[in-house]
């Protein structure tokens, strides 16, 4: 079966930064085939969901954090959920890898849905996290 794509706020605000990333340090041609590339392997993703490995350092959610990475430089985290391939950010892998966690663990901008709420497998909200 073919999985549709849903993407968080904050990978669409990353697709965003890193257009804007690199049409200034380089071109808007350059910017766009980049974003390009990183929505290609999304959509690969629709017939391929579990191409991606398990994420190890997001493995104490009730999804199961995948990331595919993408030259040069990023990783599609993603997760599948019945007939969605949810794409929680797109991570700069230059960045600390904690950071990525952090993203996870600290904010809702990763939750492709309204009002969702999810917990870790502790069932600590999510909203609740104060660290």
Request: glycine share 2%; charged share 25%; hydrophobic share 35%.
């Amino acid at each position: 079966m073919v999985k549709q794509l849903r993407w968080s706020p904050r990978a669409k605000q990353d697709l965003k930064d890193i257009h804007y990333w690199y049409k200034n340090i380089s071109s808007r041609k350059v910017a766009d085939r980049i974003i390009n590339d990183i929505r290609t392997n999304c959509k690969l993703l629709c017939n391929f969901p579990f191409m991606g490995y398990v994420e190890p350092a997001l493995t104490n959610y009730e999804q199961c954090f995948r990331t595919l990475v993408h030259v040069p430089n990023y990783k599609i985290v993603y997760w599948t959920e019945g007939k969605f391939v949810k794409i929680a950010t797109i991570f700069d892998t230059r960045q600390a890898p904690e950071k990525m966690t952090s993203i996870i663990k600290n904010t809702t901008q990763w939750v492709c849905e309204e009002n969702a709420e999810y917990e870790t497998k502790a069932h600590t909200p999510l909203s609740s996290d104060k660290e």
